[in-house]
């Protein structure tokens, strides 16, 4: 599927529009799709973001007018696009329904609810306050795709391990205010901290006039602290961390399936709902708007949470239940009308995929029969997930059951494909899709040129659906002595 991504980023729009639309666009790619953006105007900083990603195109008509609709109609016809994701507050109705008449589709993502209307065909607020109530006037045949489900997360943070639990005392602080600051609220967050028994780690975008004033702040603490710009590893830095100090924007979805406990401070109207959300659902400590923070109120709160084990814990609990890294591939669901996703398997996957590997049925498509031990599967488990060049898939439904699993072992530039369909989900047509959105996923992940399938000759279902999902049967083959069908599917 091919993806047009209208975003603007600077160091006065911000980066938030252009990195929502990266992590779809990380998504799409993974699943072997191809996303373009179209841009007006795009910091450098964020175009290399962007590279190894997609292809990013110069928006040539003036911004938000509409020669800019009709150029970006026109841009996704050329490139075969099915989508135009639109992010940003200057795409007003008349837009999105200019480049609806031109026979595309449109999902509009949202955090404001500010128009009077909306026509696109999907509405994405991956937000913690999302609600259909704040869309009023929407067509008949729009969409509405809101909260935290379809929180979308850029690739690095979907590949991290979240933190397991929290120190008995808080003392790596990482603080984040947002890629510009405008307000500068960075250095009084840190002059707060001074005397208090902490090491800092300060996140300041490239677009960030006040660098000068967070390196003074330091110095006037004394505190241990390192400054980074420009941070292309916040996942990393998010992992060390014991508690962060963060604007209550799209930071904080990323915090809180990492595992990091947060305080927030609303610096735009765009982010009260995010932290007023998390705080309802005891995800975050708010402290509100920083117009009305003074350096002893962020202290006070800060101090408090240092030695509280107790309630840090629970907000890490809180954060990770909130988000769970899937919302990009469950949006691209939507899209494709796919009737399921694929999430990576993880240890908690670990007795279900047991269970189904010793089903009855399943052991009598294996070229294996025999019932499996625990302790045998365990050891294979954990070596599978630990495997670099493995990748195994669970397979979720809309209504987020575990429909099966799917997996490959590459080597070079084939992978194997083994499938199986959780025994109370067969016969609901999930197998077809189950083995067509893993392809996309191994095509889009790895270097393999072409999948082989090997199949019990006696096993007419799964030629059945091997065959609709696009394989193509080769001459037999065998497997561990025993006779099989061999299928491939190229990419």
Same mark, same amino acid.
């Given at each position: 599927?091919?993806?047009?991504?209208?975003?603007?980023?600077? *160091?006065?729009?911000?980066?938030?529009?252009?990195?929502?639309?990266?992590?779809?666009?990380?998504?799409?790619?993974?699943?072997?799709?191809?996303?373009?953006?179209?841009?007006?105007?795009?910091?450098?900083?964020?175009?290399?973001?962007?590279?190894?990603?997609?292809?990013?195109?110069?928006?040539?008509?003036?911004?938000?007018?509409? +020669?800019?609709?009709?150029?970006?109609?026109?841009?996704?016809?050329?490139?075969?696009?099915?989508?135009?994701?639109?992010? %940003?507050?200057?795409?007003?109705?008349?837009?999105?329904?200019?480049?609806? +008449?031109?026979?595309?589709?449109?999902?509009?993502?949202?955090?404001? *609810?500010?128009?009077?209307?909306?026509?696109?065909?999907?509405?994405?607020?991956?937000?913690?306050?999302?609600?259909?109530?704040?869309?009023?006037?929407?067509?008949?045949?729009?969409?509405?795709?809101?909260?935290?489900?379809?929180?979308?997360?850029?690739?690095?943070?979907?590949? *991290?391990?979240?933190?397991?639990?929290?120190? !008995?005392?808080?003392?790596?602080?990482?603080?984040?205010?947002?890629?510009?600051?405008?307000?500068?609220?960075?250095?009084?967050?840190?002059?707060?901290?001074?005397?208090?028994?902490?090491?800092?780690?300060?996140?300041?975008?490239?677009?960030?006039?006040?660098?000068?004033?967070?390196?003074?702040?330091?110095?006037?603490?004394?505190?241990?602290?390192?400054?980074?710009v420009n941070a292309n590893n916040m996942h990393e830095l998010m992992n060390t961390a014991d508690l962060a100090i963060t604007a209550a924007g799209s930071t904080c979805y990323e915090l809180a399936y990492m595992g990091v406990p947060m305080i927030t401070i609303i610096v735009a109207d765009n982010q009260?709902?995010?932290?007023?959300?998390?705080?309802?659902?005891?995800?975050?400590?708010?402290?509100?708007?920083?117009?009305?923070?003074?350096?002893?109120?962020?202290?006070?709160?800060?101090?408090?949470?240092?030695?509280?084990?107790?309630?840090?814990?629970?907000?890490?609990?809180?954060?990770?239940?909130?988000?769970?890294?899937?919302?990009?591939?469950?949006?691209?669901?939507?899209?494709?009308?796919?009737?399921?996703?694929?999430?990576?398997?993880?240890?908690?996957?670990?007795?279900?995929?047991?269970?189904?590997?010793?089903?009855?049925?399943?052991? $009598?498509?294996?070229?294996?029969?025999?019932?499996?031990?625990?302790?045998?599967?365990?050891?294979?488990?954990?070596?599978?997930?630990?495997?670099?060049?493995?990748?195994?898939?669970?397979?979720?439904? *809309?209504?987020?059951?575990?429909?099966?699993?799917?997996?490959?072992?590459?080597?070079?530039?084939?992978?194997? !494909?083994?499938?199986?369909?959780?025994?109370?989900?067969?016969?609901?047509?999930? $197998?077809?899709?189950? !083995?067509?959105?893993?392809?996309?996923?191994?095509?889009?992940?790895?270097?393999?040129?072409?999948?082989?399938?090997?199949?019990?000759?006696?096993?007419?279902?799964?030629?059945?659906?091997?065959?609709?999902?696009?394989?193509?049967?080769?001459?037999?083959?065998?497997?561990? %002595?025993?006779?099989?069908?061999?299928?491939?599917?190229?990419?």
């Amino acid at each position: 599927m091919n993806i047009l991504f209208r975003a603007d980023g600077n *160091s006065t729009i911000g980066a938030g529009h252009i990195m929502r639309c990266l992590a779809l666009a990380q998504a799409l790619k993974d699943c072997g799709g191809n996303p373009v953006f179209l841009c007006s105007d795009l910091a450098e900083g964020f175009k290399e973001r962007l590279n190894g990603v997609a292809t990013v195109e110069n928006l040539k008509a003036e911004a938000y007018t509409q +020669d800019d609709a009709v150029e970006t109609a026109a841009t996704a016809k050329n490139i075969g696009a099915e989508w135009i994701v639109l992010d %940003g507050y200057n795409f007003d109705d008349a837009y999105v329904t200019s480049l609806k +008449d031109s026979g595309v589709q449109v999902l509009r993502l949202d955090d404001h *609810s500010h128009l009077s209307s909306y026509s696109a065909d999907f509405i994405l607020n991956q937000n913690a306050h999302a609600a259909a109530n704040q869309y009023p006037n929407i067509a008949q045949d729009t969409k509405l795709l809101l909260g935290c489900s379809y929180t979308m997360l850029q690739r690095a943070f979907r590949n *991290s391990s979240p933190q397991a639990g929290v120190p !008995i005392t808080a003392k790596k602080i990482l603080i984040t205010l947002g890629g510009s600051d405008p307000e500068n609220v960075t250095p009084m967050v840190i002059r707060a901290l001074k005397g208090l028994e902490v090491e800092l780690t300060v996140i300041v975008g490239g677009g960030n006039p006040h660098i000068d004033d967070v390196q003074n702040a330091i110095s006037d603490t004394g505190l241990p602290a390192e400054i980074v710009v420009n941070a292309n590893n916040m996942h990393e830095l998010m992992n060390t961390a014991d508690l962060a100090i963060t604007a209550a924007g799209s930071t904080c979805y990323e915090l809180a399936y990492m595992g990091v406990p947060m305080i927030t401070i609303i610096v735009a109207d765009n982010q009260v709902g995010v932290a007023e959300g998390l705080s309802s659902k005891n995800a975050c400590v708010n402290l509100g708007w920083n117009t009305e923070l003074t350096e002893q109120s962020i202290a006070d709160t800060v101090a408090n949470l240092l030695g509280d084990e107790a309630k840090r814990k629970a907000l890490q609990d809180a954060g990770k239940s909130v988000i769970d890294g899937s919302g990009a591939f469950r949006v691209l669901m939507q899209m494709n009308e796919s009737p399921l996703y694929l999430r990576q398997a993880n240890d908690d996957d670990c007795e279900i995929i047991f269970k189904w590997a010793n089903d009855a049925d399943t052991r $009598a498509a294996s070229f294996s029969s025999e019932q499996i031990p625990w302790e045998d599967h365990t050891k294979w488990y954990t070596e599978k997930l630990a495997d670099a060049n493995h990748l195994f898939f669970v397979g979720m439904n *809309s209504a987020d059951e575990p429909v099966g699993q799917v997996r490959f072992d590459t080597e070079g530039d084939t992978a194997m !494909i083994s499938v199986s369909v959780a025994p109370e989900m067969r016969g609901k047509k999930y $197998a077809t899709p189950l !083995i067509a959105e893993g392809c996309k996923r191994c095509f889009g992940q790895t270097n393999a040129q072409m999948i082989d399938a090997f199949i019990k000759p006696e096993n007419e279902a799964s030629k059945a659906v091997f065959t609709k999902a696009g394989f193509t049967e080769q001459d037999p083959s065998d497997v561990n %002595g025993n006779a099989a069908l061999h299928f491939t599917l190229k990419r």
